[in-house]
């Protein structure tokens, strides 16, 4: 790629999450870590604008793990372990997450760190996903389908590749909003999702993954060419089928010889409208008009009872519709409830 490729956008998208996201304050103590799959061009520009708005930055850079959370486990260095553990902010782009990991569990209870989660960003996408959007419609829009998910009892979504599923919520239950807002400890995601575990024993039906699926490590199947469907009865994976992809990841699941990794951990609304299909699961699961499944390990931030599990996948059904309580949200990726059809309009959709 050409070093002077979107350099401009790219300058002005790190300064934005440098300091309009992660709100970086003079003195303050600011981690990037990274892995030898990102692209340094993104984590160099995000740690020079840290050290412009005043923080004291370092870089942490290390050999990619062989899977996402819990499952890399014993290939994080020491020193990561550490320093994640104590500083006022964390910018991950790893490829291979730290996130889910047991260090990052740790982190997360301890409840002192601001964790922005970029896992496997680069230039094109923080551009695209970010630089480009129209943050405040944006967080409007998101607002409002965040309200309305709260307040729904039961939820049905339904898709032209087959999806048809239905659950309902626990208003007890934290709802994330992915609007790359690091004010606070925890962690949060980029622009463009909202996301929570619906009560799992009322989540039946059919999910057909037609999107992406990222099982982290060499097996992650990046975009479908075959749908997978999953046949989903009281919040687990009972039966998958398909084709290629199907078997790959019905293997990847039986291989890891644990009954939590058919939970469903996260339902996720999707709405970013620079999001594009590419393969990397953090820009798949805002793809505007998706519904997202988090399968595998659920972490605690989210409040439900599937509990923990070696790893985790992500994958999406695409142009779905949603109904709330029996009033209809999207139909197949466009956006109808009166509340939202300006907002989305604005947003270029």
């Known amino acids: 790629m050409n070093l002077r490729y979107l350099q401009l956008e790219l300058m002005e998208t790190a300064y934005l999450i440098s300091k309009e996201f992660c709100k970086i304050k003079p003195g303050e103590n600011v981690l990037i870590t990274g892995d030898t799959e990102n692209d340094w061009r993104a984590i160099e520009a995000v740690a020079g604008a840290s050290q412009a708005v005043g923080g004291k930055v370092a870089v942490l850079w290390h050999a990619a793990l062989p899977g996402f959370g819990k499952v890399g486990d014993p290939y994080i260095p020491k020193p990561v372990k550490v320093a994640i553990a104590n500083t006022d902010v964390w910018i991950e782009f790893n490829n291979q997450w730290l996130l889910y990991s047991t260090p990052w569990d740790k982190v997360m209870e301890a409840g002192k760190v601001r964790h922005l989660c970029l896992v496997g960003m680069d230039t094109k996408r923080l551009v695209r996903m970010i630089g480009k959007i ?17 307040t729904a009892q ?115 609304y999707s709405c970013n409208p620079g999001a594009a299909l590419s393969g990397l699961g953090i820009e798949d699961e805002r793809i505007w008009g998706a519904f997202e499944c988090g399968i595998g390990d659920q972490a605690k931030i989210y409040g439900g009872k599937s509990g923990p599990a070696p790893s985790h996948a992500d994958s999406e059904s695409l142009n779905t519709s949603w109904w709330l309580d029996d009033v209809q949200l999207q139909d197949e990726g466009k956006v109808i409830h009166p509340e939202l059809v300006e907002l989305a309009k604005k947003l270029g959709r």
Do not use: C
Not at 134 to 150: R, S, Y
């Open 134 to 150: 129209n943050l405040p419609i944006l967080n409007k829009f998101q607002n409002k389908i965040a309200e309305m998910l709260e």
């Open 154 to 268: 039961k939820i049905k979504v339904t898709s032209p590749g087959g999806t048809n599923i239905s659950f309902q919520n626990d208003p007890g239950r934290p709802f994330l909003m992915g609007n790359g807002i690091a004010d606070k400890p925890g962690v949060t995601f980029p622009p463009g999702n909202i996301t929570w575990s619906p009560i799992e024993k009322t989540m039946n039906g059919t999910i057909v993954f037609d999107g992406s699926m990222a099982l982290g490590g060499p097996l992650s199947l990046g975009i479908l060419k075959n749908p997978i469907v999953t046949e989903v009865k009281n919040g687990v994976i009972v039966r998958v089928k398909g084709g290629r992809e199907a078997k790959i990841f019905e293997k990847w699941l039986a291989d890891f010889r644990d009954p939590n990794m058919y939970n469903l951990a996260h339902a996720e």
